[in-house]
């Protein structure tokens, strides 16, 4: 047994076995008067103690959480036991956030730039000013940029939005002002993927919502359920529940590049070759169909009853009646007909006798669901490997199904307070703005026609002048010269373009910022936030703050009103009207003045002291194969074929379309950028991903439960924990195959170099058994070469400067986890 | 008499340091003064290989070796069946720790883990080895039980979250953190724990879930051998333990 632990504590806990033995005599037992202080048995509830109803923000899961506050100091936060997603629990990063408030790095007041040279060694010699001054700065440039005809060249890119008061005035800004570029979401950077592959099947471009409670099989595909896969606190409630009380117990079988805590606590952990996982779902639904184990009452049947699929052999499609699918039979003749587990374990290094195991448990046990996130579809063939896995949960009919996966419902919020029709003015209705392509080249032929967002293409576009460059720029919960693959370029791109950051916290991206807006932190917002997927029915949280804010920052909404209001003309007087973001968010409460919560929320007032309005249940249900709507007491009402297009399967079909109408309606486009079948391109086929970077391994670089969304890493508790799978307590190893090192003559703990097209790090390695001998597994966080004291202070290089910059051309995702590398010893 | 003890199912636990992390911010520890840990493990050869991992918390031994060589009478266990610090007795020689078969106990004046050093960025008020602007509020802290944020030259250790626990309602048979009645009562570990893999109750007490889990799905103690008789147990998953435990040996 290793000990993977690097600390003496691990080294003391076994060289003292057995040398204690004689110690163990009468042990000094000490009375302790436990006194009458009973009266106060609220113990940290007590007294001056206040507890404040927030919102976690360090991932996108969207934890309630309770702030406790005692004599104007922060010491705990807790899950709020009201909270439906927090049920009074946390993960690890929850109790964290305290760190975050009081982190001694942060921005401390407007800031400007007065060294005008950027770059990594350049310090920016930052001067603070006031808040006039630093918003009448950036609303000159862009009053300045408007008059020219030029708004389109100010883009506001953001990551993490959280609702209505903040990400949701983004679009109008950019309507007003007149700008394509207002906002580019980091969606393509997340997972997008997922999102396409689900629009492209059964027509919702969102996550999935699921009903794991009521599953009694679980087959991931990446996505880190208990590392990473939001909402992880949630997630890991789940995992107590159905492994360790429900009965039956759920059976889980996880597919991974590396053993991971998922994998190691599943019943099967399969280590899967990096970009193959639609392989293997094509091999399972293969075993599905010949082994007939599909659902007939969602999929259908042959008309006879008698199972005609039989490997290598076509079927008569018009032999097969389809139900709530579409085009199952085409498919298994031009694909699924030759795709066996044998085929398979030729693609995926996974046994035949694996692939057959799963397939079966799978396929027999009912409700099952297949999940994918990221690493699945962070491929070339991402939108193939993402149909092909979201195509199981329709063969075994879980689509909106008990135990299944259904989309997510949005809140009954309140209207805006302003109508912004009444402020477009004739340059926002007409302005040369409108004839511009967005930056990212989003939507655009030449670029990504089906994308949601391409922010990874920003830097990279700017710096060509392709489309056009940008003027200025601004930042919202994203650092993407620090995330972006190939960060390098992001460099040079931010040379020449004025910068706005607005995050509480120095980074890279703000290291090149010639303005700094600094957010307020969030336990001291007010802020809404819809949730996140969770189980379909509707969830808006608010944080509301547990303290004053502790230095001159202001929130992000409000410096966007402030800015809208310096804006000449009609824009100006639409953010006027606005106000600000207290006025928005008790609008958007007056929706719950006619549809309260189940917790009784009908009012700011009452949000503001439950922390969170939510209205069960989810509205529809498939049951063996027909759909109801609730009727107020029961899934009782029959849905029409027209209900379930209009709601459910919002495709041209109004079924779950293995065959893509979304896909065949793009065939031209599609076929040309990629290559691709016209015959094939909208069924989900196997296709060889293609891996750039020039080098014999493959790097994936996946999030660790500290991780998240990388708001930790100034966190000296989050680094000391990092990645203690493999012993990372204050820094990160990348994992390698002990094989794969002693052929490179490298030991553990030495330094490499790893190596691609895009560029080179340095990190300290691990050698550990549980990585796929062809996989480097570094997980993303460090390499922080600016930002908090502690962030910069951790050894080893940051995987994306390694990360080739190539995305899936039809759903836009950067391909994170592709590249390969070259490793030696440094 | 109540007797506080800890039960983890590994069987539920999912290794996600949330235990670690709350206690850490409750108990205002220093980055790798993990008074709370999760270690990991893994054997094998790929693809055949095995990762497991273990909370562990201090034990808060029925037979404490550490109490047992503490020359000053420092470290001790109290009615209830907790072992505590005393900082205004302890001298920092460090007996304990070496006793200690479960290498939880902490000296503060160690190289910092975390550079640079958390206690330069928050530096310490007189008695306060250092002073985070996060600390717990003052009317908890109790330097004679080893709550708080501690001197310099001392030893420090998990206290079973006392500044709540001995808070508690007399008598309850369960510190249960969905009862809102000892939800503040209850360990930050236990609190936190979000796939319920921690309880926390009275041991002397047969109504408390405590006792009914390590009797229903067998309860071990690490480290039988040493006759430290642990408070904590865990649970494997089955109805009777992987490994036959040793608490019908009464030599112990
Ligand atoms: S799961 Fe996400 S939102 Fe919830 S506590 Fe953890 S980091 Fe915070
Ligand atoms: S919080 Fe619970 S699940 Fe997480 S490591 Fe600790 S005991 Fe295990």
């Avoid at chain 2, 000296?107 to 206690?119: C, H, L, N, S, V």
Wanted: hydrophobic share 35%; with cysteine.
């Amino acid at each position: 047994m290793d000990d993977q632990n690097l600390s003496t504590t691990r080294r003391r806990f076994l060289q003292t076995t057995g040398a204690t033995g004689a110690l163990a005599a009468t042990a000094t037992t000490v009375g302790l008067p436990l006194g009458d202080d009973t009266a106060q048995a609220q113990g940290a509830a007590s007294g001056a103690t206040k507890i404040t109803k927030s919102i976690c923000h360090q991932c996108p899961a969207r934890c309630g959480i309770d702030v406790y506050t005692t004599n104007g100091r922060v010491h705990a936060i807790y899950g709020s036991p009201n909270h439906p997603i927090a049920n009074g629990k946390l993960c690890p990063k929850g109790p964290l956030g305290i760190y975050v408030l009081y982190d001694p790095d942060r921005w401390k007041s407007p800031m400007k730039r007065t060294n005008p040279k950027k770059g990594r060694n350049e310090d920016p010699k930052f001067v603070p000013i006031s808040w006039d001054e630093a918003l009448q700065t950036v609303a000159d440039r862009l009053n300045t940029l408007r008059d020219k005809g030029e708004s389109h060249r100010f883009s506001l890119c953001f990551g993490r939005g959280w609702g209505a008061s903040c990400a949701g005035l983004l679009g109008t800004f950019g309507d007003l002002y007149g700008s394509p570029n207002v906002p580019i979401g980091h969606s393509s950077m997340c997972s997008d993927g997922s999102i396409l592959s689900k629009q492209c099947t059964d027509g919702n471009a969102s996550y999935s919502a699921y009903d794991y409670r009521n599953c009694n099989y679980l087959l991931m595909f990446g996505a880190s359920f208990l590392e990473a896969f939001r909402p992880y606190n949630n997630n890991m409630q789940v995992w107590g529940y159905i492994r360790g009380e429900k009965t039956p117990k759920t059976r889980v079988t996880a597919v991974d590049v590396h053993l991971n805590t998922t994998l190691a606590a599943a019943d099967r952990g399969l280590l899967i070759k990096p970009g193959t996982d639609g392989a293997l779902a094509l091999a399972i639904a293969h075993v599905i169909l010949t082994e007939g184990l599909w659902e007939r009452s969602f999929v259908g049947d042959f008309k006879d009853g008698v199972n005609r699929f039989k490997a290598g052999q076509t079927v008569d499609p018009a032999s097969f009646e389809e139900k709530w699918v579409k085009g199952l039979a085409e498919w298994w003749n031009i694909e699924l007909k030759d795709r066996t587990p044998k085929w398979a374990e030729g693609i995926t290094s996974i046994r035949e006798h694996n692939i057959l195991a799963t397939a079966r448990e799978f396929g027999s046990t009912r409700p099952a669901i297949a999940l994918f996130e990221r690493g699945a579809h962070a491929h070339s063939n991402g939108i193939m490997n993402g149909m092909a896995i979201h195509t199981l949960n329709a063969l075994v009919g879980s689509l909106y199904a008990k135990g299944g996966l259904m989309y997510q419902m949005g809140p009954s919020y309140g209207a805006m307070p302003v109508d912004e029709k009444a402020y477009m003015d004739d340059y926002a209705q007409n302005g040369a703005w409108k004839k511009q392509p967005r930056i990212d080249l989003k939507g655009h032929v030449d670029g990504y026609l089906l994308a949601k967002n391409m922010l990874q293409e920003v830097g990279p576009n700017h710096l060509k002048g392709k489309p056009y460059k940008l003027d200025t720029v601004m930042f919202y919960l994203t650092n993407p010269i620090f995330t972006a693959p190939n960060g390098q370029q992001w460099e040079e791109a931010l040379k020449d373009v004025f910068v706005i950051d607005t995050s509480p916290f120095p980074s890279e991206t703000g290291h090149f910022a010639d303005l700094i807006l600094p957010d307020h932190t969030y336990l001291e917002r007010l802020q809404d936030a819809p949730t996140y997927p969770f189980q379909g029915w509707p969830m808006a949280q608010l944080r509301v703050p547990a303290i004053k804010p502790l230095y001159d920052t202001k929130y992000f909404g409000d410096t966007l009103i402030e800015i809208g209001k310096r804006i000449k003309g009609k824009t100006g007087e639409y953010y006027k009207a606005l106000g600000n973001t207290e006025n928005v968010i008790r609008h958007l409460a007056k929706g719950f003045e006619k549809d309260p919560g189940d917790n009784g929320v009908n009012s700011f007032e009452s949000w503001v002291e439950q922390g969170v309005w939510y209205k069960k249940p989810y509205l529809w249900q498939q049951i063996g194969g027909d759909f109801f709507e609730w009727d107020g007491k029961a899934y009782a009402k029959p849905m029409s074929a027209d209900d379930v297009k209009a709601k459910l399967f919002k495709t041209p079909s109004g079924k779950f379309e293995i065959r893509s109408g979304y896909l065949e309606k793009n065939i031209d486009w599609v076929a040309e950028k990629t290559g691709r079948d016209k015959a094939r391109l909208m069924f989900p086929v196997w296709e060889e991903p293609k891996h750039p970077g020039g080098g014999d391994l493959y790097l994936v670089s996946p999030k660790t439960a500290m991780h998240a969304e990388g708001r930790g890493a100034n966190i000296p508790m989050a680094i000391a924990h990092q990645q203690p799978v493999v012993g990372g307590r204050k820094q990160v190893f990348v994992e390698i195959n002990p094989v794969t090192a002693k052929a490179r003559g490298i030991s553990d703990g030495d330094v490499v170099k790893i190596k691609s097209a895009a560029g080179q790090i340095e990190v300290r390695c691990r050698l550990y058994e549980g990585t796929r001998p062809d996989t480097l597994v570094l997980p993303m966080e460090y390499g922080h070469w600016a930002g908090g004291r502690w962030s910069k202070n951790v050894f080893g290089g940051h995987c994306g400067h390694a990360t080739v910059n190539q995305s899936d051309r039809v759903t836009g995702q950067c391909n994170y986890y592709t590249t390969k590398v070259t490793v030696e010893r440094a | 008499m109540t007797k506080w003890g800890m039960v983890i199912d590994l069987e539920k636990c999912t290794g996600c340091q949330a235990c670690t992390t709350a206690c850490a911010m409750e108990n205002n520890r220093l980055p790798g003064e993990n008074w709370q840990d999760v270690l990991f493990y893994h054997e094998g050869t790929y693809p055949n290989v095995n990762l497991s991992w273990l909370p562990r918390p201090c034990m808060h031994c029925e037979n404490p070796s550490c109490v047992a060589v503490c020359p000053t009478k420092a470290t001790w266990k109290t009615e209830d069946g907790v072992v505590l610090v005393d900082w205004n007795k302890c001298i920092g020689c460090k007996y304990c720790m070496i006793a200690c078969p479960y290498g939880v106990r902490f000296y503060m004046d160690e190289k910092a883990t975390i550079e640079p050093d958390t206690r330069a960025a928050f530096p310490g008020d007189g008695t306060r080895s250092w002073n985070p602007p996060y600390r717990m509020p003052d009317a908890m802290e109790d330097p004679s039980k080893g709550i708080g944020i501690q001197p310099h030259g001392v030893v420090s250790k998990c206290t079973f979250c006392y500044h709540k626990i001995s808070k508690a309602p007399k008598g309850v048979a369960d510190l249960d953190e969905a009862n809102p009645a000892t939800r503040e009562h209850t360990p930050a570990c236990v609190r936190t724990c979000a796939p319920k893999a921690r309880y926390f109750g009275d041991l002397d007490n047969p109504e408390s879930r405590v006792s009914q889990l390590i009797a229903d799905k067998g309860g071990v103690r690490l480290k039988e051998e040493t006759g430290n008789k642990p408070q904590v147990y865990y649970l494997s998953g089955g109805g009777a333990p992987v490994v036959p435990g040793q608490r019908s040996n009464k030599k112990a």
